[in-house]
């Protein structure tokens, strides 16, 4: 009969896994899919933030003399129909994209926070009327109530960040909201009231920390959504305006008349959006099952 090594098994299991580095290994071997979307985002934040370093040419300058070439040494994705390099501009639009979707998800969850705190914790009728707002929002998609935000406010990137922010805000304020009517019932809270500590202060300091794990989450997963969506209103002509690179702009630009010509314009800034969203998504499957303990086996 084969005997067991229980040592070599709790090692191949992590329970050696002590070290900040070790931690960090066996999470990674545990969880695939989500450290190549760890390192899919890593790629993207590290190009949007050296992209003035890794561009070749100016994403902006014309050079009608090499209008649509074909990806070569010089140009390794082509250029547009105005000789724009495409390389540079997908680059640079990497920036852009990392700007609004960590600006529209800060400021909905940001927003989302306290509002779903206070809705929770406080409840009667501040409660009452964000059920309402809430339901009233949530009732559009995500992509609507952006575009008719955008329609309204114009086309920009200040704009873009706060028509796709909104739509978020009762998305984050509901997760916040249902953690904080759990988490107000617990005994610790009650001894923070006995000892006459205030409701703002047991709210922010005691409740408040003990949402930020599924708050973490969501705001992982929201964010494919928001590249995904600042894209679609590019596509459409109401995100961020010319002469800057956006990949849903750079598709829209190309999509219906270059599309056979020159495929290469729809291709990259296409594998460009679905790489970031896919890697957004798998980073975020892998930090829910982190981080909720529901998820785990």
Do not use: C
């Not at 561009?55 to 070569?72: G, K």
């Not at 306290?114 to 949530?138: A, N």
């Not at 008349?257 to 790489?275: D, K, M, N, Q």
Request: a positive charge.
């Amino acid at each position: 009969m084969a005997t067991i090594d229980y040592d070599l098994e709790l090692k191949r299991a992590g329970a050696n896994a002590t070290g900040g580095w070790r931690r960090v290994l066996f999470l990674a071997r545990r969880h695939v899919l989500g450290a190549a979307g760890l390192i899919i985002m890593t790629v993207f934040v590290f190009t949007a933030i050296f992209a003035n370093v890794l561009a070749r040419f100016d994403p902006l300058t014309v050079d009608a003399a090499h209008a649509l070439a074909r990806p070569s040494a010089a140009h390794w994705m082509g250029t547009d129909s105005f000789g724009r390099d495409v390389f540079s501009r997908i680059i640079h639009g990497a920036r852009i994209s990392l700007a609004v979707g960590l600006g529209s998800t800060a400021l909905g969850g940001t927003i989302g926070v306290i509002v779903g705190l206070t809705s929770g914790y406080l409840s009667g009728w501040f409660d009452l009327v964000f059920q309402r707002v809430s339901d009233i929002l949530q009732a559009l998609p995500l992509l609507v109530l952006a575009l008719v935000m955008t329609a309204a406010l114009g086309p920009s990137l200040p704009n873009v960040i706060i028509a796709i922010a909104i739509p978020l805000i009762p998305t984050v304020a509901r997760v916040i909201r249902a953690n904080t009517l759990a988490l107000r019932e617990q005994p610790f809270v009650e001894a923070a009231k006995s000892i006459g500590m205030s409701e703002v202060r047991i709210a922010v300091r005691h409740v408040l920390p003990n949402t930020l794990a599924p708050l973490i989450v969501l705001a992982t997963a929201q964010l494919g959504s928001t590249i995904l969506t600042e894209a679609s209103l590019s596509f459409l002509g109401l995100g961020i305006p010319e002469p800057y690179p956006s990949w849903g702009r750079m598709l829209s630009e190309s999509a219906a008349e270059y599309v056979r010509t020159a495929p290469w314009l729809v291709i990259f800034p296409g594998i460009a959006i679905s790489l970031a969203v896919f890697g957004t998504n798998l980073f975020g499957d892998a930090l829910r099952d982190i981080l909720d303990p529901r998820q785990r086996g």
